[in-house]
């Protein structure tokens, strides 16, 4: 099939190069002629694992190629997908500008029949707003497509071609029997392939987010609780996650959820309730939670500190939201850091692929270690806000060496309590305070 896919970010790079990997041709469209100049250089504006694999070997072979041009893109294909940013608008709601001027866009080179599909996070209501931007602009025949992403970042290529379902709201079943066609080579397994009307697949996406993030301030809370009364997550969380009607994904406590999808998703979902009059009380808390939770290592730094930060020195191993990404939107680090050096402490830095847009957002504020070990050199404490493999087991004698004091604050729990005793760290986690 000829596919064009407009927006070349998190979502629509990976759908792109996905769908050319399954013998498609595509063109991926964006309106940044730097960013289709690194492209066609094999040279990704993003770090995503396997994804510059993808893109060389399809660009190589013929069946993928970037262009400035969305007009002619457009033209050129038979289905068209809308992957450009949502970004949250002042009262959380999700800002549609970019995804109607595409649709405008396709209805101006709209010169054949063509399936239109939303790829972008969009909330209820969104697929009709493109159809009436297409329908303004063009007599031609077209359908709209809900085809919500369920990627997670850092193994988006993986979930794309082994996705656990493909969620599609269609207007028609000719428009259910193309795009059925198009994801059949990646449902082969038998994962389903669900077609729904399309504000049911737009509120599917939201759902699914809000119950995540749902999951993580909910354990985040039982997190403080158990501090509280002597009690060990990380064992409560294998007593629940063990229940069938549960499950153990997204149980993990941690610094508080960030990234491109939760809090834009949270909000605008919010939004929507607000909007329609209904007061989505759950989601609101879980917004509350994880503000406060964001906090959470900083407090424990401050009160290890005896409540004086100041001329403290703060090695932070970690900077994007989660590993496996060089995101750093919404990440716990950047709250971390920026109340670290309120409080009057420096801070050095070290993340496997983040340090980039993390000179971004603090610039010289704070320093940046080329590696890990070289962070925590003569640092009054350690913070770890990331879970990069290669901080799950460390040379803790090393580690112990380099450390002005022997204070590990673990916002991941990667380590077991009573082993760090015995090596000599005052250790404090997350739900397991120090005595776990």
């Not at 990704?44 to 262009?67: A, K, M, S, Y």
């Amino acid at each position: 099939m000829k596919v064009a896919v407009v927006g070349t970010g998190y979502v629509g790079l990976v759908v792109g190069a996905c769908l050319a990997e399954a013998g498609n041709d595509v063109a991926c469209a964006d309106v940044s002629s730097e960013k289709i100049d690194g492209l066609r250089k094999n040279q990704l504006p993003i770090f995503e694992p396997g994804l510059d694999t993808l893109v060389e070997r399809n660009q190589e072979e013929g069946r993928l190629q970037f262009t400035t041009d969305v007009g002619a893109a457009v033209e050129a294909s038979e289905i068209v997908f809308i992957a450009v940013g949502t970004p949250p608008d002042e009262d959380g709601s999700a800002d549609l500008q970019h995804v109607l001027a595409v649709a405008e866009t396709i209805g101006d080179h709209m010169n054949a029949p063509k399936i239109v599909i939303t790829k972008s996070t969009v909330p209820v209501g969104t697929a009709e707003k493109v159809r009436r931007a297409i329908a303004g602009r063009t007599s031609e025949k077209f359908h709209v497509c809900s085809n919500p992403e369920f990627l997670k970042e850092g193994a988006a290529v993986e979930d794309f071609m082994k996705p656990d379902r493909v969620v599609v709201g269609v207007d028609s079943p000719e428009a259910a029997e193309i795009v059925g066609e198009l994801y059949a080579p990646f449902v082969r397994t038998g994962k389903p392939l669900l077609f729904m009307d399309i504000p049911s697949a737009e509120m599917t996406k939201y759902a699914a987010n809000a119950m995540l993030a749902t999951r993580i301030s909910f354990m985040n809370q039982i997190a403080e609780l158990c501090e509280k009364v002597g009690a060990d997550v990380t064992l409560v969380r294998k007593g629940i996650g063990s229940d069938a009607r549960i499950g153990s994904a997204f149980l993990f406590p941690g610094p508080g959820y960030g990234g491109s999808c939760f809090p834009k998703d949270v909000k605008a979902l919010i939004r929507t309730g607000d909007d329609c009059g209904v007061s989505l009380d759950v989601l609101k808390a879980v917004e509350d939670v994880n503000a406060r939770q964001k906090r959470r290592i900083f407090e424990k730094l401050h009160e290890a500190a005896e409540g004086n930060l100041h001329g403290r020195r703060v090695a932070v191993w970690g900077l994007a939201f989660k590993a496996e990404t060089d995101d750093m939107r919404e990440s716990p680090a950047i709250d971390l850091i920026q109340a670290l050096l309120d409080a009057g402490a420096t801070v050095r830095a070290h993340d496997p692929q983040a340090v980039d847009n993390a000179r971004h957002i603090f610039g010289g504020r704070i320093e940046y270690a080329e590696h890990a070990y070289d962070a925590v050199k003569g640092a009054d404490a350690l913070a770890i806000v990331t879970e990069w493999l290669e901080f799950r087991n460390p040379d803790f004698g090393r580690l112990k060496s380099l450390l002005k004091t022997p204070l590990i604050v673990d916002g991941r729990n990667l380590y077991e309590p009573a082993r760090m005793r015995q090596l000599g760290f005052r250790y404090i986690g997350i739900g397991r305070g120090e005595g776990a």
